[in-house]
């Protein structure tokens, strides 16, 4: 009888993969083995459909990119063959029964098990129902070198399937756990918790490797993790940063590898890295979405109209921060209502960041756009349309230095301003990619704050501070006309931004936001304002997501809406 081991060392991989560059991820996914097999792993954990990236979304209906998915896995499978470690990784399978989001687990020159997703998520930003068939069969353990393995695919553990709770039952000794789960605030937390409730009703060890990266709108933090099967944290990597880690596993100890007379297993040795506070996790998540949009899109560099306000001088922190001053062009773009303040606070910014920092006055388009239209207006009063064209005749700069250097416009609206639409379609609105797109205004002002007294890791912008204090103090204003400020228009930003909060993240009616202190008439205003903005934000560039609910991929609500909440 073939003795158990009772020792298992697995290398967590922890890598940021790019959605369709199959060749790339395998790349990188042979780096990582290498690495791994260096430090002496019997085994490579790989994330959800890393051949593929996570999410792929409609091009698993491809079948070029299927059978370029399945060529790379047999390819990397073929690689065990070294004598090396085996691997479990990620990627997508065409069976006779459908499209899987699945993993392959391979060793000694083969694949010697496939497991099937078996649990599909259909909420917020996930919708694999719409192109994976679900596994037919619930999950079984797989025999690596003698020790049972339960592989449940990350929503696996998340819905009330049992599919550890078979697994277990199935004899499987150890859980791991290939994810793609997305930030948002406080997400960590939330899957400490989804584990341990997983380990307390399997009583296995969970070991749990999340994928790393910007994807579009979403951002991937990592902060892979086990828990034992004692349900204390067993290692944790770190949030925001790529890494291959390798832990080690002991039949029959306890955590502190002394002998326990138990046939279980126990994570003795692994990093135990801090998760960054709040505002930090946040910072670095648009900090991360930035870059690896910018990056993985073939942008050499960036622009943004830079106003001398709050938002325009956060993004330029975060463009600066992910990319270097030499790839962050900033262009004031005054006309008669900008302000002797925003000129200074403006260069002051560009100038405490090191970017390259433009003047284009707008004087003369903006009064061309006037003059031709002086016959068609006549007899009308000036007012949000003259506006506008001040907004528009940025737009169009930043829009013709993109076309001429080949730079992404950042876009710069936060949150609550995208919300109740306080913003210019083709003007301000115009830009590839906005950093706080999901930050309402009190978050930019915490996040500036932040970042003055903070250089999160990663960064490539100075110290110090970088957003100059009269920049946070000052009153928010548009400067579109004389002396205006943004709540001529709306409420206090501390109300606005609560009661969105009710409205957007937590679906809460009308009477139950008045019962938190809001007058009645001020909620009903600003959730009209909510809904009828929505056709500007199908038009807006997508944006890092930060909170639970953002708008694009998890709010999806109709444009033309007539509901209003009477209370």
């Known amino acids: 009888m073939t003795k158990k081991p009772d020792i298992l060392r697995i290398a967590v991989a922890q890598l940021n993969p790019i ?30 459909l890393f051949i593929a990236g996570y999410p792929p979304e409609d091009l698993v209906l491809k079948p070029a990119f299927l059978a370029a998915c399945e060529t790379a896995a047999q390819e990397f499978a073929d690689d065990t063959a070294d004598g090396g470690p085996g691997v479990i990784i990620g990627t997508p399978l065409k069976r006779k029964s459908g499209i899987h989001n699945a993993v392959i687990v391979a060793d000694g020159g083969k694949i010697i098990a496939e497991r099937l997703k078996v649990d599909l998520p259909n909420y917020g930003e996930f919708d694999e129902k719409r192109v994976f068939q679900a596994g037919p069969d619930m999950p079984g353990p797989v025999n690596y070198r003698g020790v049972r393995l339960g592989i449940p695919i990350c929503e696996d553990i998340w819905g009330e399937l049992g599919v550890c709770e078979t697994l277990a039952e199935s004899g499987a000794e150890i859980l791991l756990v290939p994810n793609g789960s997305p930030y948002y605030r406080n997400k960590v937390d939330i899957r400490h918790q989804i584990v341990i409730r997983q380990v307390i009703e399997s009583g296995l060890p969970m070991l749990y490797a999340n994928q790393l990266g910007g994807q579009d709108e979403l951002v991937f933090d990592g902060a892979s993790f086990a828990i034992g099967a004692d349900k ?8 925001f940063e790529a890494a291959v880690v390798l832990t080690t596993w002991k039949r029959g100890r306890d955590a502190a590898g002394v ?44 622009v943004l109209g830079m106003s001398g306000g709050i938002d325009s001088a956060l993004c330029a922190a975060i463009a600066v921060d992910a990319l270097g001053e030499e790839r962050v062009r900033a262009v004031m773009m005054p006309y008669r209502y900008t302000s002797a303040d925003s000129f200074r606070d403006a260069e002051d910014c560009a100038r405490a960041l090191g970017c390259r920092y433009d003047i284009v006055p707008i004087f003369e388009p903006v009064d061309g756009f006037a003059h031709a239209l002086t016959q068609l207006f006549e007899g009308t009063k000036e007012g949000i349309t003259e506006e506008n064209l001040q907004s528009r005749a940025r737009g169009t700069i930043l829009m013709a230095i993109s076309n001429k250097f080949g730079s992404m416009v950042v876009t710069t609206g936060n949150k609550s301003e995208m919300s109740v639409g306080y913003a210019t379609l083709y003007g301000d609105m115009n830009g590839g990619f906005n950093p ?132």
Not at 512 to 539: C, F, M, N, P
């Open 19 to 48: 959605v369709g560059d199959v060749a790339g991820n395998l790349a990188k996914a042979r780096e990582a083995r290498a690495d791994a097999a260096r430090q002496g792993a019997d085994l490579v954990l790989y994330t959800e």
């Open 232 to 239: 204390s944290l067993a290692f944790q990597m770190s949030q």
């Open 259 to 302: 002998p326990n007379g138990e046939d279980g297993w126990v994570c003795t040795d692994g990093p135990k890295s801090k998760i960054p506070d709040t505002e930090e996790a946040d910072y670095r998540a648009c900090m991360l979405g930035f870059r690896d949009y910018v990056n993985k899109n073939g942008f050499k560099n960036v």
């Open 436 to 567: 706080i797109k999901d930050l309402y205004k009190m978050q930019v002002y915490g996040l500036a704050r932040w970042r003055n007294t903070h250089v999160p890791p990663g960064a490539l912008g100075p110290s110090g501070e970088v957003i100059p204090r009269n920049i946070i103090d000052k009153a928010p204003s548009a400067e579109l006309r004389p002396n205006q400020t943004d709540q001529d228009s709306l409420p206090p930003y501390p109300v606005l931004d609560d009661i969105l909060e009710c409205l957007v993240e937590h679906e809460m009616g009308v009477e139950d936001i008045v019962r938190r202190g809001h007058d009645k008439a001020t909620v009903s205003r600003v959730e009209h304002l909510l809904y009828v903005a929505e056709y500007k934000r199908r038009q807006a560039a997508p944006g890092v997501k930060i909170t639970k609910k953002n708008f694009g991929r998890d709010r999806r609500y109709p444009i033309t809406n007539r509901f209003r909440d009477g209370g």
